[in-house]
């Protein structure tokens, strides 16, 4: 896996996509939507990844929309525009149904795209001085494409706050209002990010990858009797693979699952 962008470091059964342009705080353009877009496809697919770290170079996580890039697309048609869009769409969608759990590493600035990478993450941990803006109404524009993620992050009543104020967000006020898991001092984000590998490795593969869709099947919707057999469907499903036979046998047995290093 070559790219221009990011760079890609495997170590302990993890993945580390770190975005490599620090001399623009990791700003997205075509060819970073583009490279993430096959990063974690990819990735997804690796049997011997557990876990796949998003992470920036620099003092920056992502600084949002490059400049060169936000030019370009000024001169763009309408259609242009909409599938110029559609590409940064297809990223987040990598990322938050990537087969694998998602952490965002998150140090200094996430400002708009930087934001939605955030959200996307399955778990999102915070350098003491990260700060978040969804600053795009400053600049007439509308934090659409990542809107989904990030009102499923920090939930509509923030949202509307925030959407509208382009404040910023220290790390402490994200973790308060629960756009982020956790925030710690930057020089722990390592070690904190460590102990949830660490726990990650200790998950069946698979059950990992329908828990996520499971949440996603799931939210926002009404208790009724069709989602009780829906579920009551899974877990029965669930029950009879290899995996779950290996972990109850496991588990009965007082010994490591296969999966576990």
């Not at 934090?143 to 009102?151: L, N, Q, R, S």
């Not at 660490?198 to 990992?208: E, H, I, Q």
């Not at 496991?250 to 490591?256: G, L, Q, S, T, Y």
Request: proline letters at 2%.
């Amino acid at each position: 896996m070559s790219y221009q962008t990011l760079e890609i470091e495997k170590k302990h059964g993890a993945a580390w996509v770190w975005m490599n342009r620090p001399e623009i705080h990791n700003a997205l353009d075509e060819v970073m939507i583009a490279e993430l877009t096959d990063a974690f496809t990819t990735l997804g697919k690796d049997l011997s990844v557990r876990a796949i770290v998003l992470a920036g170079r620099g003092k920056s996580f992502s600084a949002g929309a490059d400049l060169g890039w936000m030019k370009r697309a000024a001169g763009f048609s309408e259609e242009e525009n909409r599938q110029d869009a559609l590409k940064l769409a297809k990223m987040l969608q990598a990322i938050a149904h990537c087969t694998k759990p998602v952490i965002a590493r998150v140090q200094g600035a996430a400002f708009g795209g930087g934001v939605g990478l955030t959200a996307a993450a399955d778990i999102a941990i915070a350098g003491e001085h990260a700060k978040f803006c969804l600053s795009e109404v400053k600049l007439g524009l509308v934090p659409a494409t990542i809107a989904p993620y990030v009102v499923a992050a920090m939930g509509e009543r923030q949202a509307r706050r925030y959407f509208l104020t382009a404040e910023i967000i220290r790390a402490e006020r994200a973790r308060e209002i629960g756009f982020v898991h956790e925030s710690c001092a930057d020089d722990q984000l390592d070690s904190v990010i460590g102990d949830l590998i660490s726990a990650l490795g200790l998950a069946a593969p698979d059950a990992v990858d329908v828990a996520k869709d499971l949440i996603r099947s799931v939210s926002n919707r009404q208790l009724d009797a069709a989602l009780m057999d829906e579920t009551a469907e899974l877990i029965a499903r669930q029950r009879l693979k290899p995996e779950a036979r290996e972990g109850l046998t496991a588990f009965f047995e007082k010994r490591k699952a296969s999966w576990v290093a």
